[in-house]
């Protein structure tokens, strides 16, 4: 009788033991996401000044536009910013089926969302080339080729993080403890597409 009044306090005690160890996993994992938050904020900060210093530039100038420039085309930019905003959708069908233990179906969609984020970045740098102004051709020509670059940057970094994300996929049991790594990056990537919608509405709509 003793010796299973032992056993079963040494049961009761691995169980408290592993709900303390799962209860410190879960505040780390909330305070880091907490810490990655308020990051995005000083982001959207930055992003702010940016719009708010176009938008006074853009209704204070007498002549805004570049000499020869009419305006810029609307097209191109418009496919880009479907694929990118799709991608958003994408990467949130990446995370439910991570979430579902589904890491085969997580890769489909991540990947997925790699290469339409790839596809703005081409796009972009497509339009660059194109373009009849440079970054020193006025007011109007910095403050486009700042904002979409420092944009494109975001992009950039992005699809890094995703690829790590990937990577560390095929890491045995990786993500069985937790999808910190995935959350935040897929947080980062609906960050980035709110970013360009704004973008897009005062660079091409409202020109």
Same mark, same amino acid.
């Given at each position: 009788m003793a010796q299973?009044?032992?056993e079963n306090t040494l049961d009761e005690l691995q169980l408290s033991n592993s709900a303390i160890l799962a209860a410190h996993e879960h505040d780390e994992e909330g305070n880091s996401m907490f810490g990655f938050i308020v990051f995005l904020l000083s982001e959207s900060v930055i992003f702010l000044s940016f719009f708010v210093g176009y938008i006074v530039y853009k209704t204070?100038? @007498?002549d805004w536009l570049p000499p020869g420039v009419e305006g810029l085309?609307?097209?191109e930019p418009a496919i880009n910013t479907v694929i990118l905003v799709s991608s958003s959708f994408v990467i949130?069908?990446?995370?439910r089926a991570l979430k579902n233990h589904n890491v085969w179906l997580f890769r489909l969609f991540w990947l997925l969302t790699m290469a339409m984020g790839s596809y703005f970045l081409y796009g972009q740098a497509v339009e660059w080339?194109?373009?009849e102004f440079s970054f020193t051709s006025g007011t109007f020509g910095g403050s486009f080729y700042l904002l979409t670059g420092f944009h494109g940057l975001h992009v950039? @970094?992005?699809v890094l993080l995703q690829l790590t994300m990937l990577i560390r996929s095929f890491i045995p049991g990786?993500?069985?403890?937790g999808h910190f790594g995935v959350d935040a990056t897929s947080l980062f990537w609906h960050f980035v597409?709110?970013?360009w919608i704004i973008l897009f509405l005062l660079l091409y709509i409202w020109q």
């Open positions: 299973v009044k032992q204070t100038a @007498t085309e609307v097209r949130y069908f990446a995370e080339n194109s373009l950039f @970094t992005g990786n993500y069985e403890k597409d709110v970013i």
